[in-house]
């Protein structure tokens, strides 16, 4: 069955370190990739997106994130930490058709501390 | 990047009221999502559009019913609004063309009391 699943419900960071948001996937071929992120009481936004080519996408804000075919990851970065950056994060894999058959993650929630 | 509106963004409303959430985008967008989201939970597809007088029921169950009747409209509608209703409703769109990414409006929090 097609899944994503994000291992971390709640990540915990101090301001200025560096993240790591982690991503798998279970899909029978390449699927389109991509990292939302949701403040609170707001809806989705788009940070990157992966459909082919360079497995290092850089996207807003700083992310940036990797595909590894090998370990059907699409794991999200950022080197340094801002307090804004606190929110939920959302992994989703989509066909290369797309749309309605996006499936989205549980989510990750980011807290950073001071 | 997509611009899509919603309205209202918070309503209270009591028990057995009829609502409307109104959603357009202005990107010309083919399809058109409804998601519901209750506060820090995942995302469940409860409606989606290929285009005009097009409607699909998503994976998860909902007493909504919606409409595309115009390309850039897809409001949505709950005959009697009852507790259970209370969510965070998600309007998003996507193109074929593009991708098909799907980009969000900034959501209708409904309470119904």
């Known amino acids: 069955a097609q899944s994503v699943t994000q291992p971390d419900i709640h990540i915990t960071v101090s301001e200025g370190a560096s993240l790591e948001l982690r991503c798998n996937y279970s899909y029978g071929a390449t699927p389109y990739l991509f990292w939302y992120v949701q403040s609170p009481g707001q809806g989705l936004q788009l940070l990157l997106k992966?459909?082919?080519?360079?497995?290092l996408v850089q996207g807003i804000k700083g992310f940036e994130a990797e595909f590894k075919r090998s370990q059907s990851s699409f794991n999200l970065r950022k080197p340094s930490v801002h307090w804004s950056d606190a929110a939920e994060y959302f992994c989703a894999v989509a066909p290369n058709t797309g749309g309605f058959k996006t499936i989205f993650g549980a989510g990750t929630r980011l807290f950073v501390k001071a | 990047e997509a611009d899509i509106y919603q309205t209202p963004r918070y309503l209270v409303i009591g028990t057995g009221k009829k609502i409307t959430l109104e959603c357009s985008q202005t990107m010309g967008h083919d399809k058109m999502y409804w998601y519901q989201q209750d506060p820090g939970m995942e995302l469940h597809l409860i409606h989606y559009s290929y285009g005009v007088n097009s409607t699909e029921k998503g994976d998860l169950s909902s007493e909504s019913t919606v409409s595309r009747i115009r390309t850039e409209h897809f409001p949505l509608t709950l005959e009697s609004a009852r507790p259970s209703h209370t969510s965070q409703y998600l309007c998003?769109?996507?193109?074929?063309?593009?991708?098909?990414?799907?980009?969000f409006g900034e959501g209708s929090w409904l309470t119904v009391v």
């Open positions: 998003a769109s996507s193109h074929t063309g593009s991708g098909n990414t799907i980009y």
């Open positions: 992966y459909f082919s080519g360079d497995t």
